[in-house]
């Protein structure tokens, strides 16, 4: 099992940006491919993003096409999502997901990922 540590949470005003990484314990994880997913209160936890062990293949939701980018650098065992333009509906806890895959296919299903981070918190005021 992968052990998952997210970071880059926090209070920022709607407009502004923030930088999330998940950085996995394995130096295999460019066996992997990664995910980030969201929760509100009351809300069901959510797809935001997801990248191929290799970047090649990405994913959106429809919600933050435009806003946030998912990239990876394998050497530092990393995953990141930019995001930027925030909104105070983004408002959320953020996990970051990944399965040992090294399939083309974008996984985009949170039951396709074996391995969780425990959240980090994204607040953004109006």
């Known amino acids: 099992q992968v052990q998952l540590a997210e970071s880059g949470g926090g209070l920022v005003q709607a407009g502004g940006s923030l930088r999330l990484s998940c950085v996995a314990s394995?130096?295999?994880?460019?066996?992997?491919?990664g995910g980030w997913f969201r929760q509100a209160p009351g809300k069901e936890r959510e797809f935001v993003a997801a990248?191929?062990?290799?970047?090649?293949?990405?994913q959106y939701a429809d919600s933050v096409k435009g806003r946030f980018t998912v990239f990876r650098e394998n050497r530092k065992n990393t995953m990141y999502l930019q995001m930027n333009s925030l909104k105070p509906e983004d408002t959320a806890v953020y996990y970051c997901?990944?399965?040992?895959?090294?399939?083309?296919?974008?996984?985009?299903?949170?039951?396709?990922?074996?391995?969780w981070g425990q959240g980090t918190q994204v607040t953004v005021s109006s």
């Open positions: 394995t130096p295999f994880f460019n066996n992997y491919a």
């Open positions: 997901a990944a399965k040992n895959s090294i399939s083309s296919y974008v996984l985009t299903s949170a039951e396709q990922f074996a391995d």
């Open positions: 990248i191929t062990w290799n970047g090649n293949g990405i």
